[in-house]
C-alpha cells in the first residue's frame, strides 16, 4: 500500500490534509482516518493497524478489521492510495 504520485499530505494537529494535485482537491480526514493513513504511511502492516485501532478506541478486532479495510478501499476507489 502506497500513496498514489499525485497525492501530497500533511498532518496539522489531529487531521490530515490530503491533496490530489490532479483534480485540484482538499480532503480533511480526522480520527480513525487520520491514524489509519498515518500508520499506512508509515508502512505498517494491516493487521498492526488493526491491532493499534483496537487499542486506541477500544474497538473490537472485527469492527476495527471492517473499518480499516473499508477506509483503504475508498481511498484505493478515489486514487488516493494504492495497492
Given at each position: 500500500m502506497k500513496v498514489s504520485?499525485?497525492?501530497?499530505?500533511?498532518?496539522?494537529?489531529?487531521?490530515?490534509?490530503?491533496?490530489?494535485?490532479?483534480?485540484?482537491?482538499?480532503?480533511?480526514?480526522?480520527?480513525?482516518?487520520?491514524?489509519?493513513?498515518?500508520?499506512?504511511?508509515?508502512?505498517?502492516?494491516?493487521?498492526?493497524?488493526?491491532?493499534?485501532?483496537?487499542e486506541e478506541y477500544e474497538?473490537?478486532?472485527?469492527?476495527?478489521?471492517?473499518?480499516?479495510?473499508?477506509?483503504?478501499?475508498?481511498?484505493?476507489?478515489?486514487?488516493?492510495?494504492?495497492?
Open positions: 504520485s499525485h497525492i501530497s499530505w500533511q498532518k496539522i494537529l489531529f487531521n490530515v490534509y490530503i491533496i490530489d494535485e490532479e483534480n485540484d482537491s482538499i480532503i480533511r480526514i480526522d480520527d480513525i482516518a487520520a491514524d489509519i493513513w498515518l500508520m499506512i504511511n508509515n508502512k505498517k502492516h494491516i493487521t498492526d493497524i488493526v491491532r493499534k485501532i483496537c474497538v473490537e478486532y472485527r469492527e476495527a478489521l471492517e473499518d480499516v479495510n473499508n477506509f483503504i478501499d475508498d481511498m484505493v476507489s478515489k486514487r488516493y492510495l494504492e495497492r
